[in-house]
């Protein structure tokens, strides 16, 4: 495993995926003409996305594909209890790319950033598909928003305080990985260089007005919480102190039980068709 230890992240993975499923949704209505025989999630996490899948193309073979092997164990739990046809495969990217067999849809979400040299996962990807076989990839979107401006206490602005923060640690992430290569990161076009044609891109809305439900909820202390200890280096002393009462369970305006915590974000799905 490259640069995170996923293993560890289940709980908010999948809490995660839940919370966005709307996205995923819309998008797979985008991809409701097509009869793929078989589907692939590459960089499943727990299969959330994958089970989704499996509902919307119930005639399909698909695979959830991770490199770890806890995380497609959560995606086995969950394709039962959801009594959905799942199947997984672990691989490691981008070695394991080349030995997946042919598909004829490839999602992946979140994942190609993880690989040093995207462009390069991409044309792996592009020649997994059948003629006429279809790739999304997830990249990009807005990040996403959970309180007003002003929330109340401490210095209002926190979120894009955070947002300019996680962007230093990606880069810093993208530039550590194994063959990290720059890239002008125009998803379609790199859809184009691999080879695929009628490439575009559609941003989907998620849209969960307050108060939030437990579970986006949850997911969204377990993201906080990771904020907390994941920044400590790069956010100053007042919104350290103010993301620790966001996490206070006795703290009425804290993430626990303020009633206007909210979800608001944009994924966008890059998709190309391979030439039949
Ligand atoms: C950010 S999560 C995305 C999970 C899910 N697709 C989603 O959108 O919620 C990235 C996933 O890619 C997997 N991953 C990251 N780097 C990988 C690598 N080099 N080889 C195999 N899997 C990798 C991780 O295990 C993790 O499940």
Same mark, same amino acid.
């Given at each position: 495993?490259?640069?995170?230890?996923?293993?560890?992240?289940?709980?908010?993975?999948?809490?995660?995926?839940?919370?966005?499923?709307?996205?995923?949704?819309?998008?797979?209505?985008?991809?409701?003409?097509?009869?793929?025989?078989?589907?692939?999630?590459?960089?499943?996490?727990?299969?959330?996305?994958?089970?989704?899948?499996?509902?919307?193309?119930?005639?399909?073979?698909?695979?959830?594909?991770?490199?770890?092997?806890?995380?497609?164990? $959560?995606?086995?739990?969950? *394709?039962?209890?959801?009594?959905?046809? #799942? =199947?997984?495969? !672990?691989?490691?990217?981008?070695? %394991? +790319?080349?030995?997946?067999?042919?598909?004829?849809?490839?999602?992946?979400?979140?994942?190609?950033?993880?690989?040093?040299?995207?462009?390069?996962?991409?044309?792996?990807?592009?020649?997994?598909?059948?003629?006429?076989?279809?790739?999304?990839?997830?990249?990009?979107?807005?990040?996403?928003?959970?309180?007003?401006?002003?929330?109340?206490?401490?210095?209002?602005?926190?979120?894009?305080?955070?947002?300019?923060?996680?962007?230093?640690?990606?880069?810093?992430?993208?530039?550590?990985?194994?063959?990290?290569?720059?890239?002008?990161?125009?998803?379609?076009?790199?859809?184009?260089?691999?080879?695929?044609?009628?490439?575009?891109?559609?941003?989907?809305?998620?849209? $969960?007005?307050?108060?939030? *439900?437990?579970?986006?909820?949850?997911? #969204? =202390?377990?993201? !906080?919480?990771?904020?907390?200890? %994941? +920044?400590?280096?790069?956010?100053?002393?007042?919104?350290?102190?103010?993301?620790?009462?966001?996490?206070?369970?006795?703290?009425?305006?804290?993430?626990?039980?303020?009633?206007?915590?909210?979800?608001?974000?944009?994924?966008?799905?890059?998709?190309?068709?391979?030439?039949?």
């Amino acid at each position: 495993m490259t640069d995170l230890d996923w293993a560890a992240m289940a709980d908010v993975l999948e809490l995660e995926g839940e919370a966005h499923q709307p996205y995923v949704q819309q998008a797979l209505a985008e991809l409701a003409q097509l009869e793929p025989q078989r589907i692939m999630d590459v960089g499943s996490g727990p299969g959330v996305a994958a089970c989704q899948l499996a509902a919307a193309f119930p005639e399909a073979e698909v695979t959830a594909v991770d490199g770890s092997p806890e995380l497609l164990a $959560r995606a086995e739990q969950r *394709a039962e209890r959801l009594g959905v046809e #799942l =199947r997984t495969r !672990v691989a490691e990217f981008p070695d %394991g +790319l080349g030995e997946l067999g042919t598909a004829d849809l490839i999602w992946t979400a979140q994942a190609v950033h993880h690989v040093g040299d995207q462009q390069d996962a991409l044309n792996r990807l592009a020649r997994l598909l059948t003629p006429g076989g279809v790739l999304a990839v997830v990249e990009g979107g807005l990040p996403a928003r959970w309180l007003p401006h002003d929330l109340g206490f401490g210095r209002p602005g926190l979120q894009t305080r955070i947002d300019a923060a996680m962007s230093e640690r990606f880069n810093q992430m993208r530039a550590e990985l194994p063959g990290s290569v720059a890239t002008v990161e125009t998803w379609a076009d790199m859809l184009r260089t691999a080879g695929l044609d009628g490439t575009r891109s559609r941003t989907f809305l998620v849209d $969960r007005p307050a108060p939030l *439900a437990d579970g986006a909820r949850r997911w #969204l =202390r377990g993201t !906080v919480e990771r904020y907390r200890h %994941g +920044l400590q280096d790069h956010l100053d002393a007042e919104d350290l102190a103010t993301l620790d009462r966001l996490l206070d369970p006795a703290d009425p305006l804290g993430l626990d039980q303020r009633p206007d915590v909210f979800l608001l974000t944009a994924k966008t799905v890059h998709f190309g068709r391979k030439p039949s």
